[in-house]
């Protein structure tokens, strides 16, 4: 096994270890060793005790003795487990040698991981790390997944308000051949009625609407198929929806 470098204070920053167990001195002899490989300790002399100090300060680790009185360690861990707040602690569990069946069944009720007694505290440590290293990936990947959701998100928003502006152009281009329609019909010229002023950016108008459409089935296109629209492409779309409203007079 690689050995763990010593503990230098300026090159980490402390964790909080909270130790269950109903023997003073056993209580003694973690705290002390602990406290030697730089983490800060906190000691409880019973179940009942440990969940009344997690509810009121959340250590970074758990180190819970097996056998107790009032509460052994596993009905600890079904209450720990049993919550929202303490779900995720990491919990290691200390059992004897003898108490095999033990182990079992405290890594079945949610235990992280577990030691022996007497305890081997190089290999405490290790495990101890081990569990601080998963807690933060599990940390930095829940960060990681909100950053994307959030990204996500504002891309749907943008997507949706370009859909909307395009919506707008639309109608305003049916509005506009209507017009045409009406102002080109057979008798219209002779009968006095005035062509509207925006009929004749009509054919300017129509191919910008045409590009306009050309670069919307692109975006859905991309959407469809999983892709997200590039900043060129919201910015061109962006320059056309403008372009149309100047040609419509608007």
């Known amino acids: 096994m690689t050995a763990l470098p010593p503990f230098n204070p300026a090159d980490a920053s402390v964790t909080t270890i909270l130790v269950v167990d109903d023997m003073e001195a056993n209580r003694a002899v973690l705290a002390r060793r602990l406290e030697k490989f730089g983490y800060s300790v906190i000691s409880v002399d019973?179940?009942?005790?440990?969940?009344?100090?997690?509810?009121?300060?959340?250590?970074?680790?758990?180190?819970?003795?097996?056998m107790m009185p009032q509460m052994n360690g596993i009905e600890v861990l079904h209450e720990l487990r049993g919550k929202n707040e303490t779900r995720e602690v990491p919990v290691i569990m200390v059992t004897a040698r003898a108490e095999g069946e033990a182990t079992i069944e405290a890594l079945e009720a949610g235990a992280d991981d577990y030691v022996t007694k007497p305890i081997d505290f190089d290999v405490l440590r290790a495990r101890i790390?081990?569990?601080?290293?998963?807690?933060?990936?599990?940390?930095?990947l829940k960060r990681a997944n909100a950053a994307l959701d959030e990204r996500v998100t504002?891309?749907?928003?943008?997507?949706?308000?370009?859909e909307d502006e395009l919506k707008q152009e639309i109608r305003?281009?049916?509005e506009l051949e209507r017009?045409?329609?009406?102002?080109?019909?057979?008798?219209?010229?002779?009968?006095?009625?005035?062509?509207?002023a925006t009929a004749s950016a009509s054919p300017a108008l129509a191919v910008l609407l045409s590009d306009l459409e050309a670069k919307y089935d692109s975006f859905f296109l991309a959407v469809t198929?999983?892709?997200?629209?590039?900043?060129?492409?919201?910015a061109d779309f962006k320059s056309l929806i403008s372009r149309c409203r100047q040609a419509a007079g608007g």
């Not at 009121?56 to 097996?66: A, Q, S, V």
């Not at 017009?179 to 509207?196: K, N, R």
């Not at 198929?225 to 919201?234: D, E, I, K, V, Y």
């Open 46 to 66: 019973s179940g009942p005790a440990a969940l009344a100090l997690v509810a009121r300060t959340m250590p970074e680790i758990i180190l819970l003795d097996y």
């Open 129 to 140: 790390e081990t569990q601080l290293a998963k807690r933060k990936d599990a940390s930095q």
């Open 154 to 162: 504002l891309r749907s928003l943008t997507l949706a308000d370009l």
């Open 172 to 174: 305003r281009r049916q």
């Open 179 to 196: 017009q045409l329609s009406v102002a080109t019909a057979p008798g219209a010229a002779a009968s006095g009625a005035t062509v509207p």
């Open 225 to 234: 198929s999983g892709r997200t629209p590039n900043l060129a492409q919201m």
